[in-house]
């Protein structure tokens, strides 16, 4: 007889985080791939990702956030230079 084992609390949005982990390619809950750490609840992880809460997952989480926010806002293209060629032909304009 167990009687004395204590119900886990699944937190409310607990079907939607296990979604996401399958949907994931990252660490789940259950151990850290970039510092061979244990995951034991979301509370080891960083608020807002799949990425535990370690030295090496903050650096890789760091860098998946820049990656997002260049792919979201990628650096300007190099303007092509192009010559600003006047509407009416003139003679005596130069050209590029
Ligand atoms: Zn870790």
């Known amino acids: 007889m167990e ?9 409310e949005n607990f079907d939607q985080m296990m979604e996401d982990m399958a949907n994931s ?3 789940r809950i259950g151990g850290c791939l970039l510092c061979n750490s244990p995951i034991r609840t979301v ?3 960083i608020p807002g990702s799949n990425v535990h809460n370690c030295e090496v997952g903050s650096s890789f989480q760091s860098e998946v956030t820049a990656q997002e ?12 230079q192009r010559c ?5 032909r003139s003679n005596s304009r130069r050209e590029c």
């Open 25 to 27: 390619n990252e660490p």
């Open 3 to 11: 009687d004395d084992w204590v119900p886990v609390k699944f937190p």
């Open 84 to 88: 600003r060629r006047p509407r009416t």
């Open 69 to 80: 926010q260049a792919a979201e806002h990628p650096p300007k293209a190099e303007m092509s």
């Open 43 to 45: 509370a080891d992880l």
